[in-house]
């Protein structure tokens, strides 16, 4: 079954480090193949812009939200179609720990069994992005 209207999820998990520790962590691209597998387990700096060459999609550029004091780690994953896809993600402040939460949107024509693999796989990574952080 697809859906024809826009659907978001958002998926969060609470981590034992300040906001500020994994904001400095999860917005380094380089540090992406050790917690978010969903874009593969390399990512590097081409010609200015940083390329997952082995991803599950594909050959993808990963452009995120620049530097800031909020905790936007939005970033745009362009696939190998050219399409882009904005991905909204937050680092929130919870007391000494923090909350990432993870916008997902679900794309035009994408299959219920489609859009819960992609919801699996966000909340994977936001489980590896926690065990990283909090062991640092």
């Not at 997902?104 to 489609?114: K, N, V, W």
């Amino acid at each position: 079954m697809k859906s024809t209207g826009r659907q978001s999820r958002h998926l969060g998990i609470r981590i034992d480090r300040t906001a500020a520790d994994v904001y400095a962590y999860a917005s380094q691209p380089a540090h992406l193949p050790a917690w978010a597998h969903g874009l593969g387990d390399s990512v590097e700096r081409i010609d200015g812009r940083w390329v997952a060459e082995s991803s599950p999609m594909g050959r993808v550029v990963v452009a995120f939200a620049p530097h800031n004091e909020w905790g936007v780690l939005d970033h745009d994953v362009t696939l190998p179609s050219g399409e882009t896809v904005h991905n909204p993600v937050r680092v929130i402040a919870d007391g000494p720990g923090s909350e990432v939460v993870f916008t997902l949107r679900r794309q035009p024509g994408t299959s219920d069994a489609a859009f819960e693999r992609d919801a699996a796989v966000v909340a994977a990574d936001l489980v590896r992005l926690k065990k990283v952080v909090e062991s640092a």
